[in-house]
């Protein structure tokens, strides 16, 4: 059972803006461990997207936004395009799983 | 090109074994921790495991501790995963993936395409 809880899906059209949220149960988010994003089209490796909670690796589109704020951390696409339709998921660690990740239960965005 | 290729994945039976592995190249693979991530049918992604660039750091996720082994070859560039008394759960694709530093708590920026296991008798 994920200690990390995400909306199953959210929509929107083509240009807008659509915000997944990130809730640590457990104060999972509140140790001093980063969150990460990783986007998960079918059939394909999953992709980081946002990493240390605000940072997008090389090649991601500007887009893609991360923020975090205490227990609970957000991933926000603006101007959505129809490739931006995948599963998202967040990512960290909690000391109380000695160490170990856990991701998000995982968002469906659909364009 | 940094790149990861899983294999060794297969069919197995209930209680039965298999050994998985990932080759990497394009980057100096002892410098950056490397994880095991799953995704079983209909399912979302699961942590399964990892190990710090040494080798000496090892993690695993309480579904699979005590019976999924974890280890590096940084001699040959070789991530393995030792799966032992495996379950009907554990059927999944099973992806490589490398994270950003030599310890686990990074962000994993290159995966492999990953390899099937399938639990059945």
């Known amino acids: 059972q994920s200690v990390l809880t995400q909306p199953r899906s959210v929509s929107g059209a083509p240009g807008q803006r659509v915000t997944i949220s990130c809730t640590g149960s457990r104060s999972a988010i509140a140790a001093a461990y980063d969150v990460h994003w990783y986007q998960h089209r079918p059939g394909a490796a999953p992709r980081l997207v946002i990493f240390?909670?605000?940072n997008r690796p090389s090649g991601v589109p500007d887009r893609f936004s991360g923020s975090r704020s205490g227990t609970s951390a957000s991933l926000v696409i603006t101007g959505l395009q129809a490739e931006d339709e995948a599963d998202y998921y967040c990512?960290?660690?909690?000391?109380?799983?000695?160490?170990?990740?856990?991701f998000g239960t995982g968002t469906k965005v659909t364009v | 090109e940094m790149q990861l290729l899983e294999s060794g994945g297969g069919l197995v039976q209930p209680g039965g074994s298999l050994r998985l592995s990932c080759t990497a190249s394009g980057f100096r693979f002892n410098m950056f921790a490397m994880k095991w991530v799953r995704q079983a049918p209909g399912k979302g992604l699961e942590w399964v495991s990892g190990i710090g660039g040494s080798g000496r750091d090892t993690y695993y996720a309480d579904s699979v501790k005590g019976r999924f082994t974890i280890s590096r070859d940084n001699a040959k560039n070789t991530l393995s995963l030792e799966m032992n008394n495996l379950r009907d759960d554990d059927a999944a694709v099973y992806y490589c993936?490398?994270?950003?530093?030599?310890?686990?708590?990074?962000?994993?920026?290159?995966w492999g395409r990953g390899t099937t296991v399938t639990v059945s008798s």
């Open positions: 990512q960290s660690y909690d000391i109380r799983l000695g160490g170990s990740g856990v």
């Open positions: 993936a490398k994270t950003m530093n030599t310890v686990i708590y990074y962000g994993m920026d290159v």
């Open positions: 240390g909670n605000d």
